[in-house]
């Protein structure tokens, strides 16, 4: 492809490989800088013995991407915050229990939960030794208190808990997600127990913290409800913790979340309304640099005052380049300025790699340029507003060709009415936006016209009603498909040799499109084969009993959950969706379940058992039954002790210390995880169940 030919595009993917690589190798930072060291000098000498031959040679273009890749490498490592020695988790023990003094600032105010509201904290010092690092905090609600802000510094004593792995297979793993971010440990702490410290030292995102509680304060004093509150907060503010759940569902079934996110679709129309608006500054002398001084200021204050996430640093940080390009004149490619903001953002900030909104950023980017100008010239329109309509379209569906894959490998859902819901906001998101800016501004400077700020509120509460509407079509939402990332990268490799086949049809490309068939067919029989075996699973469910026995791609499970429960738990859900399943059914708790040449025993909360008629491998405690276990153990003499989430937690501490004492395996759901038997040797499945997912 053409655009692999550009130096910078070629260099970004070497970063990515480097990042990529010390994701997964996990390596050494002295050996990094090792690495790094000897690359470079290679890079050195390589460039000096190029100048004296005055011709080119492969060296200097290998150490170049060498070194390249070694600098990503290198980034990653020094953006791992337990790499460096005063970082917290140096100073606790594996198993620590005890309750520490921390002091620590608010870094970030995150969506609550039921019960706590939720912070990301830095970590200042621990038992008087200052230290570094980031926490979730957890702090129980309460309505009489206000909220943290960010910057403030707090003192409290607590434990670091650390954050536990999903309990059944197939789940949404939070740990995994914070650690990308540095996040290990967190603490839960009511909010009367913390001593709020006084400082003087801010942050910019303490002062962008502050900037957006006075504007949601001046306008609340307009009679903007709740959730249109919550939508310019969206829009403009890049906020999105207040949000009720109800509307953010809304916009993601009707294919419409994107436009919540603040990105490089908002972004691109604010610059478009500063260069229209900063335009007589060309006017004096020095006045195009000042205007483009003026835009890349305002860009970023305004990246800021989002929360610099992943997707508005991105798209102000194309914009930048974009900005800087147009206002010199000087022709630039899309490819060189996405690479160029690829580069720029993984030096400083590598984890944003692994960012979902960042990927599909991107992606949606890269897939407008490539794919759109192709599907627009499918059809020659004769009317203007019939071409503008044409290119919404077009642009919309080229994004969701970029996106679909890592959307399905995330979500598992897919709204087949993504193009009508941006068919209709779209058109009007610059109405929103630029109606939005002057809406904030005049109520900061107190002189916002009531009629304004009830139109306003209209055109937020008719764009969520259409949303809402939308969304209500079950029919158009495809939800729990089953998709692996070998599924994202044959679907990708797909659409580019699709691609190329259609601009230059030739041997070669033709060639390109049908060995990427012939993977996509050898992914299909792969996926097969990996899931052609059996395992019995004991779920973990809180209050209730839940046990699944799958067989390849056919599933039956076994449980007592009522109508309500039943129709909204997401655990079966998930193992479905990751499992493949297309052959589904449900059936009521048995007493005795057989798995292979294995026999499990469920004894309920009557406790009762026979022990004449055979002897089970494993014994399965459920509701609590009050029993002799050490009589049970005796009488059974099982190879295995389980207990499920439907027990009280003393039971279970009581079962597991007479199992440490009796030497004989105990597995508790609620603490090591669903207990999956899978179809092996003995010895492999008793492993396996116990290092439960």
Avoid at 47 to 56: C, E, G, I, N, P
Avoid at 370 to 388: G, S
Avoid at 663 to 672: E, I, V
Wanted: with cysteine; charged share 15%; proline share 2%.
């Amino acid at each position: 492809m053409k655009a692999l030919n550009f130096l910078i595009i070629k260099l970004t993917l070497c970063l990515i490989l480097g990042i990529a690589l010390s994701h997964v190798v996990r390596i050494d930072v002295k050996f990094s800088l090792c690495a790094f060291s000897v690359v470079f000098l290679g890079l050195l000498i390589g460039y000096f013995v190029a100048l004296r031959q005055f011709k080119k040679t492969i060296w200097f273009g290998l150490f170049a991407y060498l070194t390249t890749v070694s600098l990503g490498n290198l980034s990653y490592c020094f953006h791992q915050q337990q790499n460096f020695r005063n970082h917290y988790s140096h100073f606790i023990s594996e198993n620590n229990n005890n309750q520490e003094l921390l002091k620590f600032r608010i870094k970030e105010r995150l969506k609550p939960s039921r019960f706590h509201n939720k912070y990301i904290v830095q970590l200042i010092a621990k038992d008087n030794h200052y230290v570094i690092g980031k926490l979730l905090l957890n702090v129980e609600k309460d309505s009489t208190l206000p909220m943290f802000k960010v910057d403030d510094v707090m003192v409290g004593v607590s434990q670091l808990i650390k954050i536990n792995k999903p309990l059944n297979p197939n789940q949404f793993d939070y740990s995994a997600y914070l650690e990308k971010q540095s996040i290990f440990h967190q603490v839960f702490v009511q909010q009367t127990s913390l001593l709020r410290l006084q400082t003087k030292t801010n942050s910019l995102l303490g002062y962008a913290e502050k900037l957006r509680h006075r504007i949601n304060t001046k306008l609340k004093l307009y009679n903007f409800k709740s959730d249109e509150l919550a939508i310019i907060n969206a829009l403009l503010l890049g906020q999105r913790q207040d949000m009720s759940k109800d509307i953010y569902d809304n916009y993601v079934n009707a294919g419409a979340i994107h436009i919540l996110a603040v990105s490089g679709l908002h972004v691109g129309i604010i610059l478009m309304i500063l260069n229209f608006c900063l335009q007589p500054i060309e006017l004096i002398k020095y006045g195009k640099p000042i205007k483009v001084c003026l835009l890349l200021l305002i860009l970023w204050s305004f990246a800021i005052v989002a929360g610099l996430s992943a997707s508005v640093t991105r798209a102000v940080t194309m914009f930048s380049i974009v900005a800087i390009a147009l206002n010199w004149r000087r022709p630039t490619n899309i490819y060189n300025t996405l690479a160029i903001s690829v580069f720029i953002l993984l030096l400083f900030k590598p984890m944003f790699l692994f960012d979902v909104g960042f990927q599909m950023s991107y992606m949606a980017v890269l897939a407008i340029v490539t794919i759109q100008p192709i599907i627009y010239k499918l059809w020659r329109r004769k009317w203007r507003l019939f071409d503008y309509f044409w290119q919404i379209l077009t642009v919309t569906i080229a994004a969701q060709f970029g996106v679909i894959p890592i959307s399905l490998y995330y979500f598992h859902q897919f709204p087949g009415l993504f193009f009508v819901s941006n068919l209709i906001i779209i058109p009007f998101l610059g109405l929103i936006l630029g109606f939005g800016i002057l809406v904030i501004v005049l109520a900061l400077l107190n002189g916002l016209p009531e009629l304004i700020a009830n139109g306003y509120g209209k055109i937020i509460r008719l764009m969520n009603s259409i949303v809402s509407w939308l969304s209500e079509q079950d029919a158009f939402l495809f939800r729990h498909i089953s998709f692996d990332i070998e599924h994202v990268v044959v679907c990708y490799l797909l659409l580019v040799s699709s691609i190329v086949l259609f601009k230059k049809r030739s041997f070669h490309t033709l060639s390109f499109f049908l060995i990427s068939i012939l993977f996509a067919q050898g992914v299909w029989f792969y996926s097969k084969y990996k899931r052609a075996n059996s395992e019995f699973v004991i779920f973990h469910k809180s209050r209730y009993s839940l046990l699944g026995q799958r067989s390849n791609s056919k599933l039956r499970t076994f449980h007592n959950f009522d109508s309500m429960i039943s129709e909204s738990d997401q655990i079966i859900d998930k193992y479905r969706v990751g499992n493949f399943i297309t052959d589904f059914s449900e059936d009521s708790l048995q007493s005795v379940y057989r798995f292979r040449n294995k026999t499990f025993l469920i004894v309920d909360s009557l406790g009762v058992y026979n022990v004449k008629s055979f002897r089970p491998n494993y014994i399965i405690l459920r509701n609590s039954p009050r029993i002799n276990l050490e009589r049970l153990i005796d009488s059974l003499n099982p190879q295995l002790i389980i207990a499920d989430g439907s027990n009280y937690k003393s039971y279970v501490a009581r079962w597991e210390t007479t199992c440490v004492i009796r030497k004989l395996p105990f597995h508790h759901t609620g603490k090591k995880g669903a207990f999956i038997l899978k179809n092996k040797s003995y010895s492999d499945s008793l492993n396996s169940g116990l290092n439960a997912r």
